[in-house]
């Protein structure tokens, strides 16, 4: 089993910066990817950025050259440094951890952008 620990969640003005952190424990062996996803009021989830075992990127259109995601496998986390935020980043925003076919969500936080 894996257990996903999210935290930096909040409000932030337009144009502001956020770092969203998610820590991984219990059966961490062999991840596939880590990384993000987030789900707007009224929207379906969707991908925000995810990192592969092989070092591979992946980084959605709306957030690319705005957001970063990184990587420290020694703590099995992901960081999303979220700067020059719109009101469109706001929503949910959730760790995923693909592991040996199967997926795990974390609990979820909240990101508001508004002044």
């Known amino acids: 089993q894996v257990h996903l620990v999210e935290s930096g969640g909040g409000l932030v003005q337009p144009g502001g910066s956020l770092r969203l952190s998610c820590a991984a424990s219990g059966s961490t062996g062999s991840i596939v990817s880590m990384g993000w996803y987030r789900q707007a009021p009224g929207k379906q989830r969707e991908v925000v950025a995810v990192?592969?075992?092989?070092?591979?990127?992946v980084t959605s259109n709306p957030v690319k050259g705005r957001f970063t995601l990184s990587r420290d496998d020694a703590k099995n986390a992901v960081y999303l440094q979220m700067n020059n935020t719109k009101s469109d980043d706001t929503g949910v925003y959730f760790c995923?951890?693909?592991?040996?076919?199967?997926?795990?969500w974390g609990q979820g936080t909240q990101v508001t952008v508004a002044s």
């Open positions: 990192i592969y075992n092989n070092g591979m990127l």
């Open positions: 995923n951890l693909v592991r040996d076919g199967r997926t795990y």
